[in-house]
């Protein structure tokens, strides 16, 4: 499967942006879709993944109540509703799929290319 992500950029702190994650080449909605996040110097890390029916959703607890994914199977899209941004949010923003309910990165198989979400304070 491949993914493109999309809809990041420069937003001051207490902003929102919306992450949009296309897929294409397999059954999207045999896929568990995850987000992930990559600050410069530091280890990419699991922020928020969606099952298969768009159901179950697991967050980080650094973004918990401020984050929210969801998927659209019609459309092959995961998105990440992202409010009240903090500075420390800034990092490349990375969708990805795995056929495991996890929060773990390396069972995810595919990954999209990145996006870039930059929160000035």
């Known amino acids: 499967v491949q993914l493109q992500a999309s809809g990041g950029g420069l937003v001051q702190a207490g902003g929102s942006l919306r992450l949009s994650c296309a897929a294409s080449?397999?059954?999207?909605?045999?896929?568990?879709m995850g987000w992930f996040r990559q600050a410069p110097g530091k280890e990419r890390e699991f922020v928020a993944r969606?099952?298969?029916?768009?159901?179950?959703?697991y967050y980080a607890d650094s973004v918990k109540g401020r984050f929210t994914i969801s998927r659209d199977n019609a459309k092959n899209t995961v998105y990440l509703q992202m409010n009240s941004l903090k500075p420390e949010d800034t990092a490349v923003y990375y969708c990805?799929?795995?056929?495991?309910?996890?929060?773990?990165?390396?069972?995810?198989?595919?990954w999209g290319q990145g996006t870039q979400v930059t929160v000035s304070s």
């Open positions: 080449g397999h059954t999207f909605s045999s896929y568990v």
């Open positions: 990805a799929a795995g056929v495991r309910d996890t929060m773990v990165v390396t069972a995810f198989n595919y």
């Open positions: 969606v099952t298969w029916s768009g159901v179950s959703t």
